[in-house]
């Protein structure tokens, strides 16, 4: 009983060991890659034949020894492939990678490189790369990978151009420039501006010429600096001043014209007369208010308050619509009352117009208007001068405060 025992422990603990082994043989396995895809004509239609993947020796990214070895696949229906593949993309040694040979039945032969990632599943374009354009640095390099990396960097011979802007973390050092394009130097600037402020530059700050400063051209603005030969031709045509005169000799010449005036705008021409049209040449030298006063009687309607409109078939000098403080005396019918003139085409030219004002009272047919000041107003207007040259507002003759003030400094009404 005891040795059957002990044949039975044996056999329990053997078990255990094999058990054991498989699941670490199990789990030192080889992670494979699926690769899938379909495999086609130039043409279009899906390719039939064989696919022939051999490999090197190689130990993967996580560390597990591959055996050199390859494998043949036949395509499916419709060009279908799939393999298993251990991935070689950061395995050791660098750049080992799966060459794959078509051979496909319409006699086509091509061979290309595959470098398989971890990730499951992946097509053939994702696979397939080709020699040399790997980043790790102990992989073999095509002339193309080269060439292409050369292209975009600065060489030590040769012309070429640089664009965009180069920061760099230490200076550069040139050779003495030669010409006009060419970099300069520290000590090359700092030779050539030495003697700044004391030798052929004037500091910014204040500094001292020798000899003559010559100006491009003339001035042609106010805080330029003027040239000698501008000086001389604008004090060409001055007169000079001895003692306080003028010398007899640079005086102009000329005859006197009594018609001639010199106006606002330093030019002379025809003396300038009154905007008044009360007073024209020819007159008396004395006028009186009362000779401007003037009377009508209108057909307008004013039987009811409101802004109304008259017409007049001659406008008496004086009588305007574009007065400020301009007023009309209506009466006859009605409550009298005193207007202020409120527009009107009337100028005070004799010609045709009208005025326009607001009555407060009605007033029937039959009224009269009347100049409110007795024409006082319309002197006062007719005998205002307006200068033309230049044209400015006009003078004397004030229609409201001033009229007063004439009234009480003449007792007999002229307007002097």
Not at 7 to 24: G, N
Not at 31 to 55: C, E, I, Q, R
Not at 357 to 364: G, V
């Amino acid at each position: 009983m005891s040795h059957a025992g002990r044949r039975t422990r044996r056999l329990f603990y053997l078990a255990l060991v094999f058990a054991a082994a498989a699941q670490s043989a199990r789990a030192q396995s080889v992670a494979l890659t699926t690769v899938s895809d379909t495999v086609y004509h130039a043409d279009g239609n899906p390719a039939a034949g064989t696919v022939l993947v051999s490999w090197p020796g190689f130990t993967t990214g996580d560390g597990h020894a591959v055996a050199a070895g390859n494998k043949s696949v036949i395509l499916g229906s419709g060009g279908s492939f799939t393999v298993q593949l251990a991935p070689n993309a950061g395995a050791t040694p660098p750049g080992v990678v799966y060459t794959v040979v078509y051979q496909l039945s319409d006699a086509t032969v091509k061979t290309e490189n595959w470098s398989v990632g971890t990730s499951s599943p992946e097509s053939i374009a994702q696979v397939r790369t080709v020699l040399g354009t790997s980043t790790a640095s102990g992989q073999l390099a095509t002339q193309q990978f080269v060439t292409s990396a050369l292209a975009n960097v600065v060489h030590l011979s040769g012309t070429e151009t640089i664009t965009g802007s180069k920061q760099f973390t230490v200076a550069p050092t040139v050779p003495t420039p030669t010409q006009s394009g060419q970099a300069v130097t520290k000590a090359y600037v700092d030779a050539f501006v030495a003697n700044v402020g004391n030798g052929n530059f004037v500091s910014k700050t204040g500094d001292i010429m020798s000899g003559p400063l010559t100006l491009p051209a003339d001035p042609t603005a106010p805080n330029q600096a003027s040239t000698k030969h501008y000086m001389d031709v604008s004090s060409a045509s001055k007169a000079d001043l001895t003692g306080g005169v003028v010398p007899v000799t640079e005086l102009g010449s000329g005859t006197a014209n009594n018609a001639a005036c010199l106006h606002g705008d330093s030019t002379w021409a025809t003396c300038g007369t009154g905007s008044g049209s009360g007073l024209t040449p020819g007159m008396q030298a004395v006028k009186y208010a009362t000779d401007f006063g003037w009377t009508i009687t209108n057909s307008a309607d004013l039987s009811t308050p409101g802004a109304k409109t008259i017409s007049l078939a001659s406008c008496a000098p004086g009588v305007t619509g574009s007065e400020q403080k301009y007023y009309v005396y209506i009466s006859g019918t009605g409550t009298p009352e005193a207007l202020l003139v409120t527009g009107g085409t009337c100028a005070g030219n004799n010609a045709p117009g009208t005025l326009q004002f607001t009555t407060a009272n009605a007033h029937a047919s039959g009224y009269i208007v009347t100049s409110a000041s007795g024409g006082l107003q319309e002197a006062l207007i007719a005998a205002r001068f307006t200068p033309t040259n230049p044209t400015t507002t006009a003078q004397s003759g004030s229609p409201h405060c001033g009229a007063v003030h004439a009234h009480k400094s003449h007792d007999d009404g002229a307007i002097r």
